[in-house]
Protein backbone atom coordinates (compact mmCIF):
# COMPACT_ATOMS: atom_id res chain seq x y z
CA UNK A 1 0.00 0.00 0.00
CA UNK A 2 1.06 3.19 -1.06
CA UNK A 3 0.71 6.80 0.87
CA UNK A 4 -1.73 9.23 -0.42
CA UNK A 5 -4.82 11.17 0.13
CA UNK A 6 -7.32 8.80 1.59
CA UNK A 7 -10.67 10.74 1.28
CA UNK A 8 -11.88 8.26 -0.75
CA UNK A 9 -13.90 6.28 1.77
CA UNK A 10 -13.96 3.14 -0.88
CA UNK A 11 -10.21 3.38 -1.02
CA UNK A 12 -10.01 3.64 3.06
CA UNK A 13 -12.08 0.08 3.03
CA UNK A 14 -10.22 -1.73 0.46
CA UNK A 15 -7.08 -0.78 1.95
CA UNK A 16 -8.45 -2.07 5.42
CA UNK A 17 -10.20 -5.34 4.01
CA UNK A 18 -6.39 -6.39 2.26
CA UNK A 19 -4.38 -5.04 5.17
CA UNK A 20 -6.09 -7.36 7.66
CA UNK A 21 -7.03 -10.09 5.27
CA UNK A 22 -2.93 -10.14 5.78
CA UNK A 23 -2.71 -10.19 9.22
CA UNK A 24 -5.47 -13.19 9.48
CA UNK A 25 -2.62 -14.86 7.22
CA UNK A 26 0.20 -13.94 9.71
CA UNK A 27 1.70 -12.05 6.79
CA UNK A 28 2.01 -8.50 8.54
CA UNK A 29 1.03 -7.31 11.83
CA UNK A 30 -2.17 -4.61 12.21
CA UNK A 31 0.02 -2.17 11.43
CA UNK A 32 1.18 -2.68 7.79
CA UNK A 33 3.94 -0.44 6.59
CA UNK A 34 3.30 2.43 9.40
CA UNK A 35 6.42 3.37 11.06
CA UNK A 36 4.12 4.22 14.13
CA UNK A 37 5.22 0.82 17.01
CA UNK A 38 1.81 -0.57 17.36
CA UNK A 39 0.63 -2.63 19.72
CA UNK A 40 -0.77 -6.13 18.51
CA UNK A 41 -0.57 -10.12 18.32
CA UNK A 42 -0.74 -12.28 21.73
CA UNK A 43 1.94 -10.44 23.84
CA UNK A 44 -0.26 -7.70 23.92
CA UNK A 45 -3.15 -8.95 24.57
CA UNK A 46 -2.72 -8.84 28.36
CA UNK A 47 -1.34 -5.16 28.81
CA UNK A 48 -4.04 -4.29 27.04
CA UNK A 49 -6.87 -5.10 29.86
CA UNK A 50 -7.00 -8.85 29.29
CA UNK A 51 -6.70 -11.41 32.61
CA UNK A 52 -4.50 -14.19 31.77
CA UNK A 53 -6.82 -16.93 33.08
CA UNK A 54 -9.35 -15.77 30.91
CA UNK A 55 -7.27 -15.98 27.91
CA UNK A 56 -5.93 -20.00 28.65
CA UNK A 57 -8.71 -21.66 26.83
CA UNK A 58 -8.40 -19.67 23.81
CA UNK A 59 -6.30 -20.80 20.39
CA UNK A 60 -3.17 -19.32 19.42
CA UNK A 61 -4.21 -17.53 16.67
CA UNK A 62 -7.08 -15.94 18.39
CA UNK A 63 -4.15 -13.88 20.15
CA UNK A 64 -2.00 -13.64 17.45
CA UNK A 65 -4.64 -11.85 15.67
CA UNK A 66 -5.39 -9.58 18.09
CA UNK A 67 -4.73 -5.80 16.85
CA UNK A 68 -7.12 -3.99 20.00
CA UNK A 69 -6.54 -1.00 22.07
CA UNK A 70 -8.49 -2.02 25.08
CA UNK A 71 -10.85 -4.73 26.88
CA UNK A 72 -14.80 -3.97 26.08
CA UNK A 73 -15.96 -6.90 28.04
CA UNK A 74 -14.77 -5.81 30.80
CA UNK A 75 -16.61 -2.58 30.90
CA UNK A 76 -19.94 -3.58 28.94
CA UNK A 77 -20.48 -6.53 31.78
CA UNK A 78 -22.13 -9.14 29.51
CA UNK A 79 -24.72 -10.50 31.35
CA UNK A 80 -26.46 -14.45 30.81
CA UNK A 81 -29.10 -14.23 28.07
CA UNK A 82 -28.41 -11.26 26.06
CA UNK A 83 -27.63 -10.97 23.08
CA UNK A 84 -23.70 -9.09 21.97
CA UNK A 85 -22.75 -7.59 18.90
CA UNK A 86 -18.79 -7.21 18.00
CA UNK A 87 -18.16 -4.96 15.55
CA UNK A 88 -14.60 -6.00 13.14
CA UNK A 89 -14.60 -9.10 15.08
CA UNK A 90 -11.79 -10.28 13.41
CA UNK A 91 -10.28 -14.11 14.70
CA UNK A 92 -13.03 -13.68 17.53
CA UNK A 93 -11.26 -12.90 20.61
CA UNK A 94 -14.07 -10.58 21.97
CA UNK A 95 -16.63 -13.24 20.74
CA UNK A 96 -15.48 -16.09 22.36
CA UNK A 97 -15.05 -14.10 25.86
CA UNK A 98 -18.56 -12.35 25.67
CA UNK A 99 -19.95 -16.15 25.31
CA UNK A 100 -18.70 -17.28 28.27
CA UNK A 101 -20.51 -14.63 30.11
CA UNK A 102 -23.90 -14.51 28.18
CA UNK A 103 -23.64 -18.45 28.61
CA UNK A 104 -25.47 -20.78 26.60
CA UNK A 105 -29.22 -18.56 26.80
CA UNK A 106 -27.33 -16.02 25.24
CA UNK A 107 -26.04 -15.25 21.67
CA UNK A 108 -22.93 -13.46 20.50
CA UNK A 109 -22.39 -12.26 16.71
CA UNK A 110 -19.34 -11.09 15.20
CA UNK A 111 -19.24 -8.73 12.47
CA UNK A 112 -16.52 -8.87 9.93
CA UNK A 113 -15.68 -7.27 6.39
CA UNK A 114 -12.90 -9.44 5.79
CA UNK A 115 -13.15 -12.96 4.46
CA UNK A 116 -9.79 -14.41 5.89
CA UNK A 117 -10.67 -13.15 9.24
CA UNK A 118 -14.25 -14.63 8.70
CA UNK A 119 -12.62 -17.86 7.94
CA UNK A 120 -10.13 -17.86 10.93
CA UNK A 121 -12.48 -16.98 13.48
CA UNK A 122 -15.08 -19.83 12.16
CA UNK A 123 -12.63 -22.40 12.39
CA UNK A 124 -11.41 -20.75 16.23
CA UNK A 125 -15.44 -21.03 17.09
CA UNK A 126 -15.28 -24.99 15.74
CA UNK A 127 -12.41 -25.50 17.86
CA UNK A 128 -14.18 -24.23 20.97
CA UNK A 129 -17.71 -25.68 20.34
CA UNK A 130 -19.23 -21.96 21.17
CA UNK A 131 -22.53 -22.75 20.04
CA UNK A 132 -23.94 -19.61 21.15
CA UNK A 133 -21.39 -17.72 18.75
CA UNK A 134 -22.14 -17.11 14.91
CA UNK A 135 -19.81 -14.72 12.51
CA UNK A 136 -21.30 -12.70 10.02
CA UNK A 137 -19.75 -10.73 6.79
CA UNK A 138 -21.06 -7.20 6.79
CA UNK A 139 -20.13 -3.62 7.23
CA UNK A 140 -20.39 -1.43 10.45
CA UNK A 141 -22.06 1.34 8.57
CA UNK A 142 -24.84 -1.09 7.17
CA UNK A 143 -25.03 -4.00 9.08
CA UNK A 144 -27.19 -7.01 8.41
CA UNK A 145 -28.53 -7.06 11.56
CA UNK A 146 -32.08 -6.70 12.54
CA UNK A 147 -33.72 -3.96 14.60
CA UNK A 148 -33.84 -3.83 18.59
CA UNK A 149 -32.35 -7.12 17.99
CA UNK A 150 -29.13 -6.59 20.30
CA UNK A 151 -28.64 -5.90 23.93
CA UNK A 152 -24.47 -4.95 23.86
CA UNK A 153 -22.76 -3.75 21.26
CA UNK A 154 -18.87 -3.57 21.29
CA UNK A 155 -16.10 -3.04 19.42
CA UNK A 156 -12.15 -3.38 19.91
CA UNK A 157 -9.91 -0.47 17.78
CA UNK A 158 -12.39 -0.74 14.96
CA UNK A 159 -14.55 2.15 14.61
CA UNK A 160 -11.75 4.65 14.07
CA UNK A 161 -11.16 2.60 10.64
CA UNK A 162 -14.31 3.73 9.67
CA UNK A 163 -14.43 6.79 7.08
CA UNK A 164 -18.46 7.12 7.90
CA UNK A 165 -18.34 6.71 11.88
CA UNK A 166 -22.26 8.46 11.71
CA UNK A 167 -23.31 5.42 10.30
CA UNK A 168 -21.69 2.96 12.69
CA UNK A 169 -23.20 5.27 15.46
CA UNK A 170 -26.86 5.03 13.70
CA UNK A 171 -26.67 1.43 12.43
CA UNK A 172 -25.30 0.76 16.29
CA UNK A 173 -28.88 2.98 17.81
CA UNK A 174 -30.63 0.81 15.42
CA UNK A 175 -29.72 -2.79 16.24
CA UNK A 176 -29.73 -2.12 20.18
CA UNK A 177 -32.86 -2.53 22.32
CA UNK A 178 -33.81 0.52 24.36
CA UNK A 179 -31.73 0.01 27.55
CA UNK A 180 -29.36 -1.19 25.59
CA UNK A 181 -24.94 -0.36 26.27
CA UNK A 182 -22.83 0.41 23.90
CA UNK A 183 -19.38 0.23 24.99
CA UNK A 184 -16.31 0.16 22.33
CA UNK A 185 -12.34 0.72 23.13
CA UNK A 186 -11.33 3.03 20.36
CA UNK A 187 -8.11 5.44 19.78
CA UNK A 188 -9.61 9.09 20.13
CA UNK A 189 -7.48 12.45 19.52
CA UNK A 190 -6.51 13.82 23.20
CA UNK A 191 -7.14 17.52 24.43
CA UNK A 192 -9.65 19.41 23.73
CA UNK A 193 -11.24 19.83 20.03
CA UNK A 194 -14.60 22.15 19.19
CA UNK A 195 -17.20 21.71 16.72
CA UNK A 196 -17.46 18.69 14.59
CA UNK A 197 -13.31 18.10 13.87
CA UNK A 198 -12.04 15.11 12.39
CA UNK A 199 -8.68 14.23 10.61
CA UNK A 200 -11.00 12.01 8.20
CA UNK A 201 -11.00 14.74 5.36
CA UNK A 202 -7.14 15.84 6.16
CA UNK A 203 -5.62 16.26 2.33
CA UNK A 204 -2.05 14.93 4.21
CA UNK A 205 -4.04 11.57 5.47
CA UNK A 206 -1.83 8.64 4.10
CA UNK A 207 -3.48 5.07 3.46
CA UNK A 208 -0.86 3.67 6.08
CA UNK A 209 -2.00 5.76 8.76
CA UNK A 210 -5.51 4.80 8.20
CA UNK A 211 -4.90 1.44 8.80
CA UNK A 212 -2.39 1.88 11.87
CA UNK A 213 -5.23 3.81 13.75
CA UNK A 214 -3.84 6.92 13.66
CA UNK A 215 -5.51 9.13 10.60
CA UNK A 216 -9.05 8.11 11.51
CA UNK A 217 -8.96 8.90 15.25
CA UNK A 218 -10.97 11.78 15.65
CA UNK A 219 -11.39 14.23 19.25
CA UNK A 220 -13.30 12.88 22.36
CA UNK A 221 -15.21 15.87 21.44
CA UNK A 222 -16.45 14.52 18.28
CA UNK A 223 -16.83 10.87 18.97
CA UNK A 224 -19.49 11.80 22.22
CA UNK A 225 -21.16 14.82 19.96
CA UNK A 226 -21.53 12.01 17.40
CA UNK A 227 -23.08 9.32 19.59
CA UNK A 228 -25.27 11.47 20.99
CA UNK A 229 -26.97 12.83 17.77
CA UNK A 230 -27.40 9.71 16.88
CA UNK A 231 -29.54 9.49 19.93
CA UNK A 232 -27.49 7.68 22.45
CA UNK A 233 -27.77 9.08 26.24
CA UNK A 234 -25.30 8.94 29.25
CA UNK A 235 -22.38 9.47 26.75
CA UNK A 236 -19.06 9.00 28.50
CA UNK A 237 -15.40 8.22 28.35
CA UNK A 238 -15.28 5.93 31.00
CA UNK A 239 -11.13 5.30 30.70
CA UNK A 240 -8.17 6.23 29.20
CA UNK A 241 -4.36 5.54 28.49
CA UNK A 242 -1.69 7.27 26.14
CA UNK A 243 -1.67 5.07 23.08
CA UNK A 244 1.37 5.55 20.54
CA UNK A 245 1.68 9.39 20.24
CA UNK A 246 1.49 12.10 22.76
CA UNK A 247 -1.60 13.01 20.90
CA UNK A 248 -3.60 9.73 20.83
CA UNK A 249 -5.07 8.26 23.02
CA UNK A 250 -6.87 4.54 23.65
CA UNK A 251 -10.62 4.75 25.32
CA UNK A 252 -13.19 2.96 26.15
CA UNK A 253 -17.01 4.91 25.05
CA UNK A 254 -19.68 4.26 26.93
CA UNK A 255 -23.22 5.20 26.14
CA UNK A 256 -26.99 3.94 26.55
CA UNK A 257 -29.93 3.75 24.34
CA UNK A 258 -32.77 5.53 25.84
Given at each position: ???????????????????????????????????????????????????????EELPR?????????????????????????????????????????????????????????????????????????????????????????????????????????????????????????????????????????????????????????????????????????????????????????????????RAIKP
Amino acid sequence: MSAGCCDDSGEIKNAVRELYAKVAAGEVSCCGDSDAEMPMGADNVQSIGYAKDALEELPRDVLSANAGCGNPIADAHPKPGETVLDLGSGAGLDCFLAAKEVGPRGSVVGLDMTDAMLEKAEKNRQRLGAQNVSFRKGEMEDMPIEDASVDIVISNCVINLSPDKAAVYRESFRVLRPGGRFVVSDVIRSGEASGDETTESSAETSIEDWCACIAGAISEHAYTAGLREAGFANVEIIGRKPYVTPELASATIRAIKP
